[in-house]
């Protein structure tokens, strides 16, 4: 049986330790074992994002371009909107309180 590391009827910890962002959003988790999984392939299970350039939802997929920046990685739609992203992360950047 594979073990799935996104459990929604766990807790996810207030600890700062325990967080990782994707997109801007924060993700907590109850235990550093299913942070460690989810750093590994965070478009694997972190479900639907908004692009942060069009402000449109979408499921990232291993294909989908990726930008790092403050706490965590960026998916985008398209390398156009990733284009726009990297030339002024600032303006696009999403940040939510913890």
């Not at 959003?25 to 350039?53: H, I, N």
Request: hydrophobic share 35%; aromatic share 14%; glycine share 8%.
């Amino acid at each position: 049986m594979l073990w799935d590391p996104v459990d929604p009827r766990r807790l996810g910890s207030l600890s700062a330790a325990l967080h990782y962002r994707v997109n801007g959003e924060v993700y907590r988790f109850s235990s550093e074992r299913t942070l460690q999984r989810f750093m590994k392939a965070p478009a694997r299970w972190c479900g639907l994002v908004r692009d942060p350039v069009t402000g449109r939802p979408f499921r990232p997929s291993v294909r989908s371009p990726e930008a790092y920046w403050v706490g965590g990685p960026y998916f985008f739609e398209s390398e156009s909107t990733k284009t726009v992203f990297v030339e002024d992360p600032l303006k696009y950047e999403v940040v939510r309180g913890i």
